[in-house]
Each structure stands twice: as C-alpha cells, then as structure tokens.
C-alpha cells in the first residue's frame, strides 16, 4: 500500500502518469530529490500563465527566484512535504482555492494527520506523490494527483478548473517525470564508464 493511499483514500478527482527507468529505487528517489523543477521551460511557461492575474495585480510571485529542486519547491511554494518513505516514495500536498483567480486562500497544513482530517467547506486538497516502483531492470516511477473537494460547492468550481489544466498538468508530469528519467539513467552512464 502506497503512502499517498492512507493520506488521502477518497478524492473526485485523479491524475496518474508514470514511466520506467532505467536504474536503482536509489538513484531515482535521489534525482528526484535534487531535480531542478524550473529547467523545464514548459514549467516556466505554464506556471508564468498560472501566475499572470497576481502578478498584473501586483501580488507578487507563486515561485521564488533561481533553481528550484523538488525540495525547495516543497519548502519555498504553499506545498508541504507530507511523508516520504526513503527509495520508495515521497508525498506532499496543499490545501486552497486554486479554481479562483488569485487561488483564493491557500492554507500550508506541514502535520500529516491535520492534512488527512482536514474537511473545512470551501477548499479542495490536493495530495500527491513520487512512487518507485521496483522491478526485473529498473523502476517503474509514477506521480500521482488526488484532489478531493470538501463540499459540493467547491467541487463544482475545481471541476470546471480542473478541465481547463488537467491536459496541461498531465503534460506538465510528464515532462517532469522524463527530464527525471534522462537524469537518473545519464548518472548510471557515467557511473559505468
């Protein structure tokens, strides 16, 4: 049973891709640990249009400034690290308005049980997670989205939200999990050599 399983086991909506790697759970959980999520242009771009209406208003930025790994994107943005089970699997989550422009109100919720309890009506949680999955020449690795909405209300306006950047999340994981693969598999080369 996956970690992501006892944290959030209901939810309405769900996103799953994945891809198989060429290297040890190790090597994996590693790289994606030290993976500069930023890199990718397609990153920049869809968070950039993400982030347009508060940064025309004024509101700042979502994403701080330089390289951004997977650990300073859970330490530095609203995500939070959940839970992680070393070579194995690494879940994070959050909690807001997302469907709204300026993503309503957002709340970082870091305990593990106050997230897995949290139903306050309005708000949707989204957890998610890195899963290594060993097999016979490698790692299956996957990242999975599970968004459960606490009310109706909030449902009905993620849902729409959530036909809009589903495609351009599922591209953006994707990716994500490529430029993840390309590393690992390149550092067990050089390693060879």
């Known amino acids: 049973m996956m970690l992501l399983d006892q944290i959030q086991s209901k939810y309405q909506f769900q996103q ?9 759970p190790a090597e994996v959980y590693r790289t994606i640990w030290d993976y500069p ?4 242009i397609l990153f920049k771009v869809l968070m950039g249009l993400r982030n347009l209406p508060a940064r025309l208003l004024g509101r700042g930025r979502y994403l701080p400034d330089g390289e951004l790994t997977v650990l300073g994107w859970l330490t ?25 422009p300026l993503y309503g109100q957002i ?13 306050e009506p309005g708000y949707v949680k989204t957890a ?17 989205v599970r968004i459960f ?11 729409l939200y959530w036909k809009l950047i589903e495609p351009l ?16 598999e390149r550092d067990i080369e050089k390693l060879r050599r």
């Open 16 to 24: 799953v891709r994945s891809s198989y790697i060429r290297a040890s």
């Open 149 to 159: 909405a606490t009310d109706k209300k909030a449902q009905r306006g993620f849902s």
């Open 107 to 119: 709340l970082k919720i870091p305990e593990v049980d106050k997230f897995r309890e949290f139903e």
């Open 37 to 40: 999520i930023n890199e990718s």
């Open 169 to 184: 999340g599922g591209w953006l994981r994707a990716d994500m999990i490529n430029r993840i693969k390309n590393r690992a």
């Open 76 to 100: 530095k943005t609203h995500f939070t690290l959940l839970t992680e089970k070393e070579n194995e699997e690494i879940v994070f989550g959050l909690v807001g308005q997302f469907w709204k």
């Open 128 to 144: 998610a997670n890195f899963y290594i999955e060993p097999n016979r020449t490698g790692v299956r690795l996957s990242i999975e």
